[in-house]
């Protein structure tokens, strides 16, 4: 990369560039004069106006007034008709594979119970050693449930240690750390080819890189929407089962609302057909307004717009961090490869732990990740290239 | 009973005589004037103004300005601050032993693997073979995949069906077809003496009438919020886990939620000290703010006082059932010995479906239940006795 221009002005024809700079207007204004720069929303999205406005209708239209009709009105169906729309916009999956529903712990619970039952005979599950801990820790307790081994793997090394015994494996797509992108049509053919299954995490892809779960053949996914999704705090997770294992497949919370008659208070469990089966509970109607018109607002800007856009803003925080930051002590631990890198780029420094808690009392809203890392987290319907600049500079200024 | 005054003028010297009353101003009024009453409260509690208001707050300030700060600030303990108040205003529970998380499915799927855990060597689940299909279907699905025998007793009998095979009994504390009320501490103390452990599903009592689970000595219980506690669709439901089993109780979903250092990334799952443990993953926040809402008005009306207007309301239905329905064939289900009657009255009819729906066409917001089953549900915090009539009389008509 030649010198890159990286003057205020520089930042201002960025911003003046920006397909997307508009959507910015659709968010809830950050009515808190002390905020810098919000770099965190790949832990938490920020709300849509529309969410509000939507929350309020529901409130007092349809629970209030509806009251209980809702429910076959409106509220039943949401938890698929919401997951077609999240499969269309973000997921490459045609409809009738992805629910809405639970958190992405229980989803991914039945969703590695669901695909080790596919898989009889075959003893053991792979997985990245250093996977995000709600992973890590539900593979472990599946496999011990069930009388299975664990596999772990290195992050890049996965693939091949999946062999003839592996039932299942388990990857996320992009790193929580790094923001590495796995090859996840790479990985799942090969898994295939040696007769297992793969289950992904999305919650670290999901509306901020293209994902296209049907051209890849992937059995199972899940992920939450309150990163790129901007769904809100805790909103629902959703589960994604490519449909060729519709007929067989199953999960152990066998609830109500993943019987093929809810309200026939049948005397027997019959699992409905399809996606379905894999809820459980009464679905959760107020925290899906979030994820529907976070995923509504996607759809207007386009995966693809937000994907470049992302690209863009990783490429200025680092070249920002290169000339600012790696003076300083700093190293950026994400790939410099725009291909390989997803919608955050992290920064190691020895002193990260105690400089993000600076940083966030100054207004700079990053987020810190054990041992050493501070995670840029680019929303490209609400980050400038003005704001990232902004937060760059204070960076350089409390570190220096 | 000597024969009831029913008349409107009656009605309204109720309604006059009633402490609860004031409380019906603190809910949305119901924007449809084609709603003459609603009894179905107990499917679906209607929402408190309180709630619209604290929705817009979370929004705007937690959510769109403290941004990701809050969950440190607010919303990581909020499941047992909710839990903990839950406990102490309707469930006799001391602190620490309750959570606000998932549906109700998973709560139950949850606390019966816990309780199965804590009685090996024992093979056998008992449940009530018309508990709800929910439960039913989630004791078959637990004993299938642990190897355990479901042996299904007539509601009266369950407790003596009780054995030194069984591990776990689990009852609907009150029946979700006739209200009928469940002796929560006798069947524990008969269960206990048998050497078994009790999960206690409250769905159709919390909030309605008085529970006492520290008491009687209750190993597990859940429930969900969103009927008497007015809390939302599908607002998050709660678990109850007895402190004397925290030290060995577990539960397979194994979020970060539940692990004892969440942000720590440890290598291992440990679980969280006591009652977090059963947590999974990231806390539903804004279906948590209707279950805060609905616990603090409950706090304040007294749940004695709940208690005291169902019991009257209840009288009351059956009174009028007596004098205008009995005589058009229908016959009152539900217990008439106020002491073992739940929230809500159930009218049997043979024509019940048909005519539910021509009730509900008029504004009569009741609830079928297959095959022959009309629930008025009694919600003392907003069911009005003049309200009640006015339904009455028009089933009395639309029945005639």
């Given at each position: 990369m030649t010198a890159a221009d990286l003057s205020p002005e520089a930042a201002e024809r960025l911003d003046a560039a920006d397909?997307?700079?508009?959507?910015?207007?659709r968010f809830v204004p950050?009515?808190?004069?002390?905020?810098?720069?919000?770099?965190d929303g790949n832990s938490l999205g920020r709300p849509l106006r529309a969410t509000a406005e939507r929350l309020q209708e529901l409130v007092t239209?349809?629970?209030?007034?509806r009251l209980i009709r809702s429910w076959d009105e409106?509220?039943?169906t949401l938890p698929e008709e919401i997951g077609d729309e999240l499969g269309r916009v973000a997921l490459g999956a045609a409809a009738g594979q992805t629910i809405v529903a639970d958190s992405t712990s229980v989803c991914l619970y039945k969703a590695l119970r669901a695909a080790v039952a596919l898989r009889p005979g075959r003893d053991e599950i792979v997985t990245d050693a250093a996977n995000f801990p709600t992973d890590r820790f539900l593979v472990e307790s599946v496999a011990a449930e069930l009388g299975l081994t664990v596999r772990w793997a290195e992050s890049d090394d996965v693939a091949a240690a999946t062999?003839?015994?592996?039932?299942v494996v388990t990857l996320s797509?992009?790193?929580?750390?790094?923001a590495a992108i796995t090859d996840l049509a790479a990985v799942t053919r090969l898994v295939h080819a040696r007769g297992g299954l793969v289950v992904w995490d999305l919650c670290h892809s999901v509306g901020s890189i293209p994902v296209e779960l049907d051209a890849a053949g992937a059995d199972f996914a899940v992920g939450c929407?309150?990163?790129?999704?901007?769904?809100?705090?805790?909103a629902p997770a959703f589960l994604y089962a490519n449909a060729r294992h519709h007929a067989e497949f199953g999960q152990p919370?066998?609830?109500?609302?993943?019987?093929?008659?809810?309200?026939?208070?049948?005397a027997e469990y019959v699992p409905a057909p399809?996606?379905?089966?894999a809820l459980s509970g009464t679905p959760p109607v107020l925290g899906m307004v979030g994820v529907r018109e976070g995923v509504a607002l996607l759809a207007e800007a386009g995966i693809d717009r937000v994907r470049a856009k992302a690209v863009a803003l990783g490429r200025w925080v680092i070249a920002l961090a290169d000339a600012w930051l790696v003076p300083l002590g700093?190293?950026?631990?994400?790939?410099?490869d725009d291909a390989r890198r997803g919608g955050h780029v992290t920064l190691r420094h020895p002193d990260a732990e105690r400089l993000s808690r600076v940083l966030i009392d100054h207004g700079v809203l990053i987020d810190f990740r054990r041992p050493d890392g501070i995670r840029i987290g680019?929303?490209?319907?609400?980050?400038?290239f003005a704001e990232v600049r902004r937060a760059m500079e204070r960076i350089r200024e409390l570190a220096g």
């Open positions: 397909e997307l700079a508009a959507f910015r207007e950050i009515a808190d004069p002390g905020v810098v720069a919000y770099l239209h349809e629970w209030g007034a409106r509220w039943l062999g003839p015994r592996t039932a797509h992009v790193d929580y750390r790094t929407t309150y990163k790129f999704l901007n769904a809100g705090p805790g919370i066998t609830g109500w609302m993943g019987a093929a008659d809810t309200f026939g208070m049948a399809g996606i379905r089966r700093f190293t950026v631990a994400s790939p410099r680019l929303s490209p319907l609400t980050t400038g």
